[in-house]
């Protein structure tokens, strides 16, 4: 079955229960010609989200469309749109990087050699060298050269930057930049790194313990989040305000986390006694873990 819609991605109160995890109902979209960043800790439920979106698993309930197909009776054929890598890949060590771009050419009629030409010259790799005397590093950017030589609609990369070196590292997200130049592109791209999130996504999802905890475009997130450090007397009304995520002190010193706190929300707190020294922004990685703390109150 194919199902016209602008979405790339939309999973629909998808669950999948394992003896020590579950993935509980789920609900995400990722539009057309967009990069989302799946943002969790180890054992989150990222990559069970991505073998269910490649059709690997099968959910226990709910709906998955992927590029219009529904999985999983029409897995054969979202497969042929989605290039998918995952840290764990393995290739043939004893063949060269050039059997491997021969071997996908053959089942893919979408190759594209002249741009798989031009990431063998960006990524600095030999297509005569078998892969066996390959780097970690030059093994990750020979996967996704398979896949992005292919030109998929839709790229699932499961932690695709995990141990790679810093120069390595910036290559692959410049490349994973570049795919998006053609608007109708889509990534979902996991990661407990929240820098290399930071620096690729339009949208972020953040994930714990199977839970989706928040989804938003990135602009959103980062606007709307502050820590603000306040002088005065602690109190424990603090913790009860909607905007407060987050509350501490330390003597007179306090810091608080807010979201969504606009002009009205330093009133309040000049009402409670407490004086605002400083509002700052806060970083991805902040956001996420006040966020995953909040919810495992």
Known sequence: ???QTDLAISLRAVEKTYADFALHPLDLELPTGQIMGLVGANGAGK???MRILMGLIRADAGEVDVCGHRLPEAQVAAKRDVGYASEDMRLYKTQTLRWHMDFIQGIFPEWDETYAAQLLKRFDLKSQQKLGGFSH???VKA???LILARRPKLLLLDEPTTGLDPVARAEVLEALADVLRDES???LFSSHNTVDVEQLSDSISFIHKGKLVASEDKETFLSSWRRIICHGPWQDGLKDIPEVISARNNG???????????DVFETRLAQMNLTVKAVEPMNLEDIFVTSVR????
């Open 1 to 3: 079955m194919n199902l």
């Open 47 to 49: 990559s069970t989200i």
């Open 137 to 139: 590093g030059q093994r």
């Open 143 to 145: 996967a996704l050269l």
């Open 185 to 187: 592109r889509s990534v």
């Open 252 to 262: 007179s010193i306090i810091e608080l986390k807010v979201r969504n706190a606009g």
């Open 294 to 297: 909040a919810g495992d109150k």
